[in-house]
């Protein structure tokens, strides 16, 4: 047999086999992700993504920002958008009106010309907060903007 068709099996299974351990490590100890993309949070020019997910020790509310491609086309779409670095402000909200406070903030990702505003802000909450919030409250710099995370 030719040494390339030996080598290549041998390959892809040295390269996958991290990822399928990894993924058996995830579902033995009962980890399952889940993710919801909250659409009526984005905002041209300044955030272009936000993510509700559900990880087994805590809940994160993730929000992306635009890349400078984005950025460039949002401000030709909107010529009068300010171009600094967005100030992210986020709450859960009960049924009641009240607000479940955050455990911990993250803004990883340094910042370069590609992303001018780094690339996203990652406010997490307790693992509770998936059964208590029934809306995410989201504050960019003078916009504010809910969505409803319960039917």
């Not at 068709?5 to 399952?32: E, H, K, R």
């Amino acid at each position: 047999m030719n040494r390339a068709a030996i080598g290549l099996p041998i390959g892809l299974v040295l390269t996958f086999m991290p990822l399928a351990n990894y993924a058996n490590a995830a579902d033995s100890q009962g980890q399952q992700v889940s993710q919801r993309d909250l659409k009526t949070l984005e905002i041209p020019g300044k955030v272009a993504a936000v993510f509700w997910t559900l990880r087994a020790e805590r809940c994160t509310l993730q929000v992306v920002f635009p890349n400078a491609g984005g950025v460039a086309r949002a401000t030709a779409d909107h010529p009068k958008l300010n171009l600094h670095q967005p100030s992210i402000q986020a709450w859960l909200l009960r049924a009641d009106g009240s607000a479940i406070s955050s455990i911990g903030r993250s803004e990883p990702g340094a910042k370069n010309p590609r992303q001018p505003f780094g690339v996203e802000v990652v406010i997490a909450f307790p693992r509770s907060a998936d059964m208590e919030a029934v809306a995410v409250a989201l504050r960019v710099d003078e916009v504010f903007l809910i969505e409803r995370l319960s039917p």
